[in-house]
């Protein structure tokens, strides 16, 4: 159970997050490679269907992907250095690293240079491990099968009567639709601006956490 409510910059942010993660994982699909990004659970299996069928640059290509989506998780932890969601923390500069790593990609995606895929990973990689929980919630903005299947829970206990957690319910819903909306957008994007498109969740990444990082001194001069 939430032991609080959620603040109003959690579901802000938590949607945008996730509508920047759906946006690049539709691209990756719509890609080159045609694969995902944002979470690794297909790439890992593309990795060991690489390696059964004797195709070794695909399988680099799949472990490289893991590889700087676990650096980008690596960095995030040397930012914020807390797994814990709480105001104050350094994730306006976690941010501003995605923004920059999403350009780099959008540039080296442009000159088909496949590296431009490993550096969406890593700015996924990045985003999903600048907050793992929030009051007894786990969060995660890229990828979305612990969201489905905690609401399936939940629609089960709710099916038998049984209390459930109406705010975590609703967090995760925020989190779905934001994911939803973000791969429709980014495929709807990539149809008419190709790699471009992802200039849109860069700039997204950019701009929340230059704004977060204007709430944060704000809100220490106010106090000050």
Request: charged fraction near 10%; aromatic fraction near 10%; hydrophobic fraction near 45%.
């Amino acid at each position: 159970m939430l032991t609080k409510t959620i603040p109003g910059w959690i579901l802000t942010g938590g949607a945008l997050l996730a509508c920047s993660a759906g946006c690049i994982n539709a691209i990756g699909f719509l890609g080159v490679h045609h694969q995902a990004i944002s979470h690794m659970s297909g790439t890992v299996s593309n990795l060991g269907l690489e390696l059964a069928r004797g195709d070794r640059t695909m399988a680099w290509h799949a472990a490289t992907t893991l590889g700087f989506f676990f650096a980008g998780c690596v960095l995030s932890g040397l930012i914020i250095r807390h797994s814990t969601l709480r105001a104050g923390r350094r994730y306006g500069f976690a941010l501003a690293c995605e923004s920059g790593l999403l350009v780099a990609s959008t540039y080296f995606l442009r000159h088909d240079a496949i590296s431009g895929d490993y550096l969406a990973a890593m700015a996924c990689g990045l985003q999903n491990a600048m907050a793992t929980s929030y009051s007894g919630a786990v969060i995660r903005t890229t990828h979305i099968t612990g969201i489905v299947t905690d609401l399936g829970i939940a629609l089960g206990l709710l099916a038998r009567r049984e209390p459930i957690d109406r705010r975590r319910v609703g967090l995760y819903l925020v989190l779905l639709t934001g994911f939803f909306v973000g791969g429709l957008l980014g495929a709807a994007g990539f149809q008419r601006f190709g790699y471009d498109t992802l200039l849109a969740p860069a700039a997204l990444s950019g701009i929340t956490g230059v704004g977060y990082t204007f709430i944060k001194h704000f809100s220490r001069t106010a106090r000050g």
